[in-house]
């Protein structure tokens, strides 16, 4: 398939990108720099400096090619991408796989696709778009992740020690996040791109869920782990950024495994922090 994706940059965007293309699919990218172009571009894929506000571009994407893959999703940049893209695929049996993410769901021990939604401030503006996607009678699924990791990026660097300075948990460590590996993540998408019938809602999170503690002690590598209150988080991290890291969260991802035949490989969260891969 041929298939359009925004993001292919950054973090989630670049795992879709690496997987479309070892499962042979041909891929043109959106982004907005000729830097970034050209890291498309050593990967295999096709680049387009553009911007995916420009809603000529994607409507003339989303008709040239197969499928379209949107990991840019963001406030100023879902309303419009997403009313166009469903105008342009409706009637067609093309796949669109918007992206979600599973903060929507809350606090929750036994989160799935039919648990009620209850996002914090943070990502409260998503509810909208993806009730248009979900609406839409194009075929489409939208992957909500769990807290992405992997490859020495994403949220949990923030519990890389140093051997010297405190590591911070956010509150005092006792909540639990659903998690995912980039990798696994990207293999989920393409999953979804190929799947024969639109599923609606899909979560990706592997069933690993630690506690915020297991990972500050997996990433201290000798630097002292400290709590710290509500209150201190929220001043450190911004009110609603903090809010949606002490949420309590776990979630098994069966319905990616038995719908997708998703198979999950690479290692835990704790075991990725413990080996050193994050180390400054």
Not at 90 to 101: E, L, R
Not at 198 to 205: K, N, Q
Not at 210 to 221: F, N, Q
Not at 226 to 248: F, I, K, N, T
Request: net charge negative; with cysteine.
């Amino acid at each position: 398939m041929h298939v359009f994706l925004t993001g292919a940059s950054g973090y989630i965007g670049s795992a879709v990108l690496r997987s479309l293309l070892a499962h042979g699919h041909a891929v043109t990218a959106v982004v907005r720099s000729d830097e970034k172009a050209a890291a498309v571009r050593d990967a295999g894929g096709t680049a387009l400096v553009e911007d995916v506000t420009d809603t000529d571009i994607v409507e003339r994407l989303a008709h040239e090619t197969d499928a379209v893959v949107h990991t840019a999703s963001a406030q100023d940049v879902d309303p419009d991408f997403v009313r166009t893209v469903l105008a342009a695929l409706d009637g067609t049996p093309k796949p669109f796989v918007h992206t979600g993410g599973i903060f929507t769901f809350g606090n929750s021990t036994d989160i799935s696709e039919q648990s009620p939604v209850s996002p914090p401030a943070l990502t409260a503006w998503r509810g909208a778009n993806e009730a248009a996607v979900r609406a839409s009678a194009v075929r489409t699924t939208i992957v909500a992740p769990g807290i992405v990791y992997g490859r020495g990026a994403g949220i949990p660097t923030m519990f890389v020690g140093d051997g010297e300075h405190e590591v911070l948990m956010v509150g005092d460590g006792s909540q639990r996040w659903s998690t995912v590996h980039v990798d696994d993540l990207g293999e989920l998408y393409v999953l979804a791109v190929e799947r024969g019938e639109p599923d609606g809602y899909v979560l990706a999170a592997t069933g690993d869920n630690p506690t915020v503690r297991e990972l500050a002690e997996a990433g201290a590598h000798g630097s002292p782990v400290v709590a710290e209150s509500v209150d201190a988080a929220r001043q450190r991290l911004g009110a609603e950024y903090a809010d949606a890291l002490l949420m309590h969260q776990e979630c098994s991802g069966a319905h990616a495994r038995s719908t997708y035949g998703w198979t999950p490989t690479r290692p835990s969260l704790v075991e990725d922090l413990a080996t050193g891969s994050y180390v400054r």
